[in-house]
């Protein structure tokens, strides 16, 4: 299938909008970032260069060069009506709340020409949730992305029951030439795929080891000896930063926030937050 998709718009330029938006950059889209301020724009540079950096360090077809040229293919702005005029699709990762999200899709929708498709990348919340602020639910879905994009590339797609299947499946294919792997979901699904398994995966690993069963690197052993995967389940606390899980227990039930509390007064209280800070479960260099 052709993709009528060409010119891509990201608003937020945070952790992962600023990824999003120079992985579409760096596989040869036009992109346009926005975000609220002119001084927050500034730190959006910032964050570009350093990922062109990475990309370089960490990705062989991105030498020569061709990390920076990717750099050209984006343009910063805090005017949000010139940064969705002509946009084919409009990727939103801003903060995580709910008003300001449907706030945003409510300007959107007047802003935006008809042709333009919207897509949430939120990790919590449902399209549903914010599908009649966009004035277009047939044109909205969640397209959502993994930390770290170059390198965790999956792409969970989900649209609503409003969503046009025909829209859904020309984000998919935009999926694909941005360099990701599509996942589609048919339905709704909080947590998407990822989130759906790894959750309660990471809850079953604290249990064993906040119950005294067994220690992080016993548990961490046996899923790695018994299952062959490359690492268990408190490498993947390191990895994401403890904080993010933390907070998902805090807000659990009652079972989750004991778990949180142990992971706040062993670890997170004493600095160990993960791979960023040298130290989580595991120390490193
Ligand atoms: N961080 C992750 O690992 C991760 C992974 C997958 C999905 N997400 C989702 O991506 C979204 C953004 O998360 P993040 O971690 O990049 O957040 P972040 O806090 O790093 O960045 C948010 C950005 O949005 C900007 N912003 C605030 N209000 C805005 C507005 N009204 N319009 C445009 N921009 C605005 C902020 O200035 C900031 O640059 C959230 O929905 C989150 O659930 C995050």
Redesign the pocket.
Known sequence: MTNSIKKVTV???????SQIAFQSAFKGFTVTA???SDK?LET?KDRFEKLAETYANEMPDARDGKAQEALSRLTLTSD?KDAVADADLVIE????ILD?KR??YQKLGELAPAKTIFA??????LPSDLKDSTGRSDKFLAL????RVWQFNTAEIMGTTDTDPAVFAEVVEFAKAIGMVPIELHKEKAGYVLNSLLVPFLNAAAELAAGGYADPSAVDDTWRIATGAPVGPFQIYDIIGLT?PYNIMANGDAEAQKLAAWLKENYIDKGKLGLATGEGFYKYN
């Open positions: 608003l937020g330029t945070g952790v992962l909008g926005y975000d609220i927050v959006a949000l990762a801003i903060p995580e300001l706030d945003t949430t990348n939120s990790s919590t919340l959502h992305f993994a930390n993010t």
